[in-house]
């Protein structure tokens, strides 16, 4: 059990402890690995809805995604690579969620409406030039911590959906819970388009602020006592 | 430490060569992800209650006419010989062959479920049929045959199934789709029906079906696809 005296309060901690950095990097390659694999997967039926009855919304009905973006070379393959590597990407959430929860961590990572609101608002008037001054702001700002809990939510979402797709009977009342079967297949499929999205965006960002990217090698410096 | 780091970068040189060689989309059965796969089937199988049906559908599910896609692998319809029989063997009791009439003399089971290929689209059709529980008692299969072997008549397509999944009350001997008799495309006159494994498990054209102690693979499973595919 961690007692309150051996964990640290995470003020006086580094800004980034080595099992955030762990579970950090090794999402690129897992992450990598599940997106292209999974664009192989739906290359064997791109197209979203029942058979006979596609779904009107879906711009991109029957169109493939490009070959260098795939991974697993067939339908066989890819699913191989895909249900492999699924259970390390889901460890890797759970350790990354745990250690969250158990070292107060989540206290300065996740956003809470009625503390980040106005801040992530605040930022958002920054970024968009209509506000001359950033806010104050601890390790993250309100934007940041909305936007890295919607990803730990999307990802819980990625899982979940996944999970209706590779056992929609036995896992039927989350079948129903997500809508059925085609309704998940869209949803893993929406999930896979905001975390591309969210990865342009974090990258771009971490280029405009390079300390946060040493800091996500290095771990940071502790605050001064 | 020029020696330290040359350690590292060897060790992740050869964990990098070890990844590639041990993930073969082509030999998928092997290496790291052959075992992850047997690991998966192993998971699959534990998963798996014998209890849990596929949820029955309304008619208004029903996929439109002509929109329910035919899957073959000869190279056009595989049509019924004549004088078509089923063949049962294996571990039974008694062994034999069944005209389509002494099949439907058998007891009759209705589904409209949802059907789910590999390739990841869905449809729905009610089916009927004698159920493969049904059949072994009939044929009176031995309790250690663990798994049944299906064959058919379209250019040698096979697979073979565990025996909690074929025994389940939602897998059937289909002779009929929609409330017609199966059509070629669909697999006449017989072919294998369950709401519990991926399309391709759901052997058509059906000629024998054996009760054995060993699985024996598969059309598709041979060539890289999962053995156990439920869903």
């Not at chain 1, 080595?18 to 292209?36: D, E, K």
């Not at chain 1, 158990?102 to 503390?115: A, I, K, T, V, Y």
């Not at chain 1, 905001?194 to 990258?203: D, M, N, R, S």
């Amino acid at each position: 059990m961690l007692s309150s005296a051996r964990v640290q309060a995470p003020e006086r901690r580094r800004p980034q402890p080595w099992l955030i950095r762990v579970t950090h990097w090794l999402n690129v390659p897992l992450l990598l690995i599940m997106a292209a694999s999974g664009l192989q997967i739906w290359v064997a039926y791109p197209m979203l809805g029942p058979q006979g009855r596609p779904y009107g919304w879906y711009p991109f009905q029957g169109v493939p995604p490009p070959e260098w973006m795939r991974l697993g070379s067939w339908l066989a393959g890819a699913r191989h690579w895909h249900f492999a590597f699924a259970w390390f990407l889901t460890l890797n959430g759970v350790a990354y969620v745990l250690y969250l929860a158990l070292s107060g961590e989540w206290r300065r990572r996740l956003f809470l409406p009625r503390r980040d609101a106005r801040n992530a608002l605040d930022t958002l008037a920054f970024y968009l030039r209509v506000r001359k001054h950033a806010p104050a702001q601890g390790l993250y700002n309100g934007l940041q911590r909305l936007a890295y809990t919607g990803t730990l939510a999307l990802g819980l979402l990625a899982v979940l959906s996944g999970l209706v797709l590779y056992k929609p009977v036995q896992l039927g009342a989350l079948t129903s819970l997500l809508g059925g079967y085609d309704a998940a297949r869209a949803v893993h499929l929406v999930i896979l388009v905001l975390l591309a999205l969210f990865t342009v965006g974090h990258i771009a960002l971490v280029l405009l602020h390079p300390r946060s990217l040493a800091e996500m090698v290095t771990g940071g410096r502790k605050p001064d006592a | 430490m020029p020696r330290h780091l040359l350690t590292r970068r060897k060790a992740l040189l050869g964990a990098t060569s070890l990844t590639v060689s041990a993930c073969d989309s082509s030999r998928p059965r092997e290496g790291f992800l052959g075992a992850m796969e047997r690991f998966n089937a192993r998971a699959q199988a534990a998963l798996f209650d014998e209890r849990r049906l596929a949820p029955e559908l309304p008619p208004e599910e029903t996929t439109p006419p002509g929109k329910f896609p035919e899957y073959f692998v000869s190279d056009t319809v595989p049509l019924a010989p004549t004088g078509w029989a089923l063949q049962v063997g294996g571990m039974v009791a008694r062994p034999g062959v069944l005209t389509l009439d002494a099949l439907q003399r058998l007891p009759r089971t209705d589904l409209r479920i949802r059907h789910h290929c590999v390739e990841g689209w869905s449809a729905v059709a009610s089916w009927h049929g004698v159920r493969l529980s049904e059949l072994a008692r009939y044929a009176g299969a031995d309790a250690r045959a663990g798994y049944v072997e299906l064959r058919s008549f379209d250019a040698g397509y096979h697979s073979s199934w565990d025996r909690p999944s074929a025994f389940h009350p939602q897998t059937i001997l289909a002779y009929g789709m929609n409330g017609q008799p199966l059509t070629p495309g669909h697999g006449a006159p017989l072919r294998l029906y369950s709401g519990v494994k991926l399309g391709y498990k759901m052997v058509k054209y059906l000629t024998k079906v054996n009760f054995l102690p060993e699985p024996t693979g598969g059309y598709w499973e041979d060539r890289g696809y999962e053995w156990f595919a439920g869903v």
